[in-house]
């Protein structure tokens, strides 16, 4: 266990479906991200989150709509997901944003499929 | 647009050989520079970082960064077979942003 906690590990969602990632640290981080992979693409930045509050959107499309109710907890809501959405979305943790000296630590992710 | 370059392999090396891998990025913004490991299937690991220039050494590991030219390396020593993995280069983005932009990484296989 990193520290970092994905829930669910695998989704299989239809286009018309609405469902939820979350994402839960123990680390007493203040930043949390999410991040989505795809194969053959590098590790592509969603969102940002630094003590609660969203500081960067990487012009993510509006069928993703991010969480953060405390800076312990993440989620990533999910709506009308096309295929090309299916990838492994990561969540990931630092001490506080800007701050990358420490790296980040990534929770198992969870494997999207849209069908 | 800010980016990072990495052979994405795969590397083949036999077992107890030296594993080179390579990385060069955009930003001179950078400050800090990041090594990922991941498995198949699996997140990514953090396995080494390095800040200054030169080298650093953990174990079989030797991260080497030259800001200069823009270029970051990680050097793992008598390789084994449980090392095959794609290996993940990750600079810091410069400015008050620090957000870490990754390489699309290097799959290394190493062959008993």
């Known amino acids: 266990e990193t520290g970092v906690t994905q829930t669910p590990r695998h989704l299989v969602m239809g286009m018309t479906n609405k469902k939820s990632l979350k994402c839960e640290q123990h680390?007493?981080?203040?930043?949390m991200y999410w991040y989505k992979q795809s194969a053959k693409k590098p590790l592509e930045l969603m969102f940002v989150y630094n003590f609660k509050e969203q500081t960067e959107n990487n012009s993510v499309p509006s069928r993703f709509s991010p969480e953060c109710p405390n800076s312990s907890h993440l989620f990533l809501h999910l709506h009308t997901l096309q295929p090309e959405d299916s990838a492994l979305y990561l969540c990931?943790?630092?001490?506080?944003?800007?701050?990358?000296?420490?790296?980040?630590?990534f929770g198992s992710g969870t494997r999207l499929t849209v069908v | 647009q800010k980016e990072v370059e990495q052979n994405s392999g795969p590397l083949s090396v036999p077992e107890g050989a030296i594993a080179s891998l390579n990385c060069t990025y955009s930003?001179?913004?950078?400050?800090?520079f990041f090594w990922y490991r991941q498995y198949s299937g699996k997140s990514p690991e953090l396995i080494m970082f390095i800040y200054s220039n030169g080298d650093k050494e953990d174990g079989r590991f030797t991260a080497q960064l030259n800001k200069a030219s823009q270029y970051v390396s990680l050097l793992i020593r008598d390789s084994q077979p449980s090392d095959s993995a794609t290996y993940l280069c990750a600079p810091s983005g410069g400015g008050s942003q620090g957000n870490l932009i990754f390489g699309k990484g290097t799959k290394l296989s190493v062959k008993p």
């Open positions: 930003d001179r913004g950078s400050q800090s």
């Open positions: 990931a943790s630092s001490r506080d944003k800007g701050r990358a000296n420490y790296g980040y630590t």
């Open positions: 680390l007493g981080h203040n930043a």
